[in-house]
Each structure stands twice: as structure tokens, then as C-alpha cells.
């Protein structure tokens, strides 16, 4: 067995995560092991943000993000706020500078303990996201679910946030679709060469809005912060809202603020459960802390 390796379970929002510190080591975290630890009931999560050494010069780790079917993500916003909370408890530092696939990330702990992370820009060309085909408005793209003449969603925005989202906009209550139904046929949809995270959204006013997300590679969840991100910017991008707006999703509320120079900035909460050590190989773990579950 390899020397383990320690994690933190967390949360933010209720998007399980586990914090995997691999600083210092010349191992990955498997897709394997990954894997183990989702079928875990104890262990279960959504993502793994796994912290290794910085590669690029100015930033203080490289973090790589494995969903819970064991395939990577380029960015996880509710992850990333966790990893930053575990770090600022380590080490009393307030700021920090991540490299992730989706790019460079800087964050910032505040004195209530809330986070925001610069998400950086939103990509909307259908290369970028990307889409399969060309669509010169990826405001509004032909797609939908249901009977042609009685579709149930249609028409969403679609956006990167590093990863790909498509937003279906509804008038009514998000939490009336059947959203574990076409959520993975929406995934895995052909026009998604990368497949898609796949979200409901209803806007309630021009500085709020409220979505439920299904997530690639992980299914529903209580929150998906690059999702919210990729909403608030679908919605004022197309005039339904301002550009700093209060998402409400089913795991509790997330402020997003598309400023100006185009970076996106989420802030919310981030909570601590547990301790423990596992083997990055085979997800073999164990109890390191009393806690939560
Ligand atoms: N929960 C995350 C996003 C997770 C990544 C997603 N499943 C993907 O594969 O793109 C968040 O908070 O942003």
C-alpha cells in the first residue's frame, strides 16, 4: 500500500467534496480510487479537488478535479471554495493562486468566513463551450426535450466556465422537472462532444434567480458553483437579469457578480466535516477526525 494521503471531507452548499492533499507527493489520485470513495457512504462525494505542488510559477498549488465517476473536470467553484477554507486554516493566510484546467484562479477567505473565487471569463463561442456544431447565438440554441409542438425545456443558453453548461430557462418552479430524467439525456446529448452540465433556471428578479443542476459526471446535486456562474452570465447576457445577482440553489444561496472586465466572481460558504487518510491508488481510507456522518 502507498503512504497515504491526507483529505478533508467538505461541503459547499451540500456539493460533497473531498479536499486531497497530495502536496509533496509524486502520485495521482486514480479515477479508481475515486470511484471507491463515491460508492463509500461515509466517504461519497461529488467532486475530489486534489492539491498537488504548483507547476506555473506564482501560483501556490495545482489542483486537479476528479467528478465521482472518476472522469476530470476543468472547474469546480463550490471545490474550489472548500480547498481555499481547508488552506486558510492551515495556514492563516487569506488569498491564494490556483492553477486548474480551466485556467488561473485567485481567491480570497473573508473575515466572516465566507469565499469568493475569481472564476475567470465566461467563454460563449460554440468552439469554446464546446458545441459540436456551429451556432453563432449560443444565447438560445435549438435543443429540447419532449414532443416537438409541447417541449418541456428548450432553447438554452449554453456557456463555459471552463466547463460546459446549458441552461434551460422556465417560467415556473425549477423544482417541478423531472430534471433525474433528462438530465443524463441532456449529459450525453451528440451537439455535447464533451458532454454537459445541465441546468433549470427560472429567474425571480432581475437580481435573483433560482436553478437545480445536473451535473456531468455526477448527477444532481445540491449546488454547482461554475453552474451558477454559467447562469448568472447566460442571464444578463441575454437581458433577464443584472450582472450581480443572488442564485438560489437547492443546497442554499450563492452571490455572483459578472464584473465589468468580463472575470466572473461567485462567494459563498464552505464547511468542514471530517479528517482522514486514503490511498490515492485504491481509495482505501481511513477515520482521522470525529465529525460529521
Ligand atoms: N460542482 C462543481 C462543478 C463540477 C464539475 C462538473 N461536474 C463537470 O464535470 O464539469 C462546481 O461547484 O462548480
Redesign the pocket.
Known amino acids: 500500500m502507498a503512504e497515504l494521503a491526507r483529505f478533508a471531507k467538505m461541503n ?1 452548499l451540500g ?1 460533497a467534496i473531498i479536499v486531497a492533499d497530495m502536496r509533496g507527493r509524486s502520485d495521482r489520485v486514480t479515477p479508481d480510487a475515486a470511484r471507491a470513495l463515491a460508492a463509500d457512504q461515509v466517504t461519497t462525494f ?2 475530489i479537488m486534489a492539491i498537488y505542488d504548483p507547476v506555473v510559477g506564482g501560483t501556490d498549488n495545482y489542483i486537479e ?1 476528479l ?1 465521482c465517476d472518476g ?1 476530470q ?7 474550489t471554495r472548500c480547498v481555499v477554507q481547508a488552506l486558510a486554516a492551515e495556514t492563516g493566510r487569506k488569498t491564494f493562486t490556483f492553477e486548474t484546467k480551466a485556467g488561473i484562479l485567485t481567491a480570497e477567505e473573508h473575515e466572516d468566513g465566507r469565499i469568493s473565487v475569481d472564476m475567470g471569463k465566461p467563454r460563449f463561442g460554440w468552439k469554446e463551450i464546446p458545441l459540436a456544431e456551429e451556432f453563432a447565438d449560443t444565447s438560445r440554441i435549438e435543443l429540447q426535450v419532449g414532443p416537438i409542438d409541447a417541449p418541456i425545456v428548450h432553447s438554452p443558453s449554453v456557456a463555459s466556465m471552463g ?2 453548461h446549458a441552461i434551460f430557462w422556465v417560467d415556473g418552479d425549477v423544482n417541478e422537472y423531472e430534471l433525474d430524467r433528462f438530465g443524463p439525456l441532456l449529459e450525453n446529448h451528440p451537439i455535447f462532444p464533451e458532454k454537459a ?1 445541465i441546468t433549470i433556471a427560472q429567474v425571480t428578479s432581475p437580481e435573483t434567480l433560482t436553478m437545480r443542476t445536473w ?4 448527477g444532481l ?1 445540491l ?5 451558477a456562474c454559467a447562469t448568472a452570465v447566460s442571464a444578463a447576457r441575454t437581458g433577464r437579469t443584472g450582472r450581480r445577482v443572488t442564485v438560489t440553489l437547492p443546497g442554499g444561496d450563492l452571490e455572483i457578480y459578472w464584473r465589468e472586465d468580463d472575470h466572473v466572481i461567485m462567494t459563498g460558504p464552505a464547511e468542514w466535516e471530517f479528517a482522514g487518510r486514503f490511498d490515492p491508488l485504491t481509495g482505501d481510507w481511513q477515520r482521522e477526525t470525529e465529525g460529521v456522518a
Open positions: 459547499g456539493n461529488d467532486q478535479i467528478n472522469t473536470a476543468q472547474a469546480c467553484g463550490n471545490g466547463n460546459p452540465n451535473e456531468r459526471g455526477a446535486t449546488a454547482c458553483g461554475s453552474a
